[in-house]
């Protein structure tokens, strides 16, 4: 069995900086609502035509091979988290490949909302260990600005959510001491419509107490009615605050399990890069595992919640600064629509 090790990280975003202020444009909310409840000040919105899901997480991956120090034609397998794909099917990790001139490599994308990245991360980890493959491809990427309600009717969703990307390469080492050291999948789908994008979907809203009155088909048809459109029931639905209750429950109780699992504690932990959530959420971990400031990192303010792409953008972001020096144990966790969560402990 070999470890894994990160080998490359990293991210980009687009250069539109919308700030909270510039939402007032489109809807009844405050830099001081926004700011107190997330800890978000501005974003960062992808070209409407000119950029996609997948053209953001190319930039991230290039970064990423350049500094493993490979070619596009070295990765021999790819994995792609994402909930905003540029199509319903197929997924990015093939355009990635097509993009990027690789070799016929398998191509996986992975549906895990905010828990994306740790979950493809894992899956990585797991075919780096059995010598299955030797330049895995992780990347994740959101262009949540395609498909938000930035009327006042959606504000307390569409103010969140940002556009971005991060990636990574893994390779084996043989050094048993450092890489990813365990990672740790959790789930639990009681809420799982609590917080979700239900349409289009097979479900057809069946789920709801008031589900639409459909067309009267027979078969087939796409049920995106003018209806839905016109009521917003095609954006995405958050209950806000059943989001936060487990999320602080859960983010704490993930990483304590990836210490207790390596004999280690909460002051071994070098730096903590959570998902980017919520601020407030960040700072209730902090807070609980009783970590001193220079050890969490948090770029929420300048990016929003970025889902799939926060962490890896994060810990792209931590890594420039230099805030990850060799031999520095690194905390990745995150939670999000499911639900599901999970954590990575990395030794660098
Ligand atoms: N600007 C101004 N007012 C707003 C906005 C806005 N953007 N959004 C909502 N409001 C109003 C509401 O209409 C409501 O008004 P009312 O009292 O007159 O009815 C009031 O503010 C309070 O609304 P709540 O929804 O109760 O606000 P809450 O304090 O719960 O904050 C929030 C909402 C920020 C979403 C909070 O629930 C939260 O932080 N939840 C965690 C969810 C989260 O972090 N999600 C991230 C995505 S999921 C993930 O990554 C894990």
Redesign the pocket.
């Known amino acids: 069995m070999f470890q894994t090790r990160i080998a490359g990280i990293g991210h980009y975003v687009p250069k539109n900086i919308y700030s909270n202020h510039d939402l007032t444009r489109f809807?009844?909310?405050?830099d001081e609502?926004?700011q107190a409840?997330?800890g978000i000040q501005e974003r960062r919105f992808a070209d409407r035509f000119g950029e996609t899901t997948s053209s953001m997480g190319i930039a991230a991956a290039e970064m990423a091979i350049t500094r493993a120090g490979i070619t596009a034609q070295d990765i021999d397998f790819i994995i792609f988290a994402t909930l905003s794909p540029d199509y319903y099917f197929p997924g990015c990790a093939v355009l990635v490949q097509r993009e990027m001139g690789m070799q016929e490599v398998g191509a996986l994308d992975i549906r895990n909302q905010?828990s994306g990245f740790i979950y493809a991360l894992s899956i990585g980890d797991q075919f780096i260990k059995t010598g299955m493959y030797k330049n895995i491809l992780v990347i994740g990427s959101e262009k949540h600005s395609f498909a938000m309600d930035f009327s006042t009717r959606g504000?307390?969703?569409s103010?969140?959510?940002g556009d971005g990307a991060g990636a990574v390469v893994l390779q084996p080492t043989d050094d048993s001491k450092s890489g990813i050291l365990s990672t740790h999948l959790h789930a639990d789908g009681t809420d799982a419509e609590k917080?979700a994008m239900y349409y289009p979907g097979s479900a057809n809203g069946m789920h709801l107490d008031n589900p639409p009155v459909w067309p009267d088909v027979e078969l087939g048809g796409l049920f995106m009615t003018e209806e839905l459109v016109k009521d917003g029931s095609i954006f995405p639905y958050?209950d806000?605050?059943a989001?936060?209750k487990k999320?602080v429950v859960k983010f704490p109780e993930v990483i304590l399990e990836a210490l207790t699992k390596n004999n280690l504690t909460t002051s071994d932990i070098d730096l903590l890069i959570p998902?980017q959530?919520?601020l407030?959420?960040s700072q209730y971990i902090q807070k609980v595992l009783q970590l001193p400031n220079d050890k969490v990192f948090n770029n929420i303010q300048k990016y929003g919640?970025t889902?799939a792409a926060s962490v890896p953008l994060a810990l792209s972001e931590a890594w420039e600064a230099g805030k990850i020096k060799p031999g520095d144990l690194v905390c990745l966790a995150a939670?999000?629509?499911g639900f599901t969560w999970g954590a990575a402990l990395v030794r660098f």
């Open positions: 809807m009844d909310t405050s609502w926004i409840r997330t905010c504000r307390a969703v103010v969140i959510f917080l958050m806000g605050q989001v936060f999320a998902h959530a919520n407030r959420i919640n889902t939670f999000g629509a």
